[in-house]
């Protein structure tokens, strides 16, 4: 039913202090603490991305970047 909450929810960067709309879905796993099953996923805006991917890259993460769709709402 459309009404009060068909408003789509809005995902926001991950990147601390942005508020921007995220178009990337970046997926990582620190291998010393997390399972192979385990993947954490953070949100990205397309001024970030190379940020944090940079970041979990440089730490030597399995990094997996990916467009992102609304369907991918946590
Ligand atoms: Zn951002």
């Keep these: 039913m459309?009404?009060?909450f068909s408003e789509p929810e809005r995902l926001?960067?991950?990147?601390a202090g942005?508020?921007?709309?995220?178009?990337w879905?970046?997926?990582w796993r620190n291998p010393k603490i997390h399972?192979?099953?385990r993947v954490?996923?953070?949100?990205?805006?397309?001024?970030?991305?190379?940020?944090l991917e940079n970041?979990?890259?440089?730490r030597d993460f399995p990094v997996t970047v990916l467009a992102l769709?609304?369907?991918?709402?946590?």
Excluded: M, N, Q
């Excluded at 954490?40 to 940020?51: F, G, M, N, P, S």
């Excluded at 769709?69 to 946590?74: G, H, I, L, R």
């Design 40 to 51: 954490k996923v953070w949100l990205a805006c397309e001024d970030h991305r190379e940020y």
């Design 35 to 37: 399972s192979a099953d």
């Design 2 to 4: 459309i009404g009060l």
């Design 25 to 27: 879905r970046i997926e």
């Design 69 to 74: 769709t609304p369907e991918d709402a946590p």
């Design 55 to 58: 970041f979990l890259a440089s």
């Design 12 to 15: 926001a960067c991950s990147r």
């Design 18 to 23: 942005c508020s921007e709309t995220a178009v």
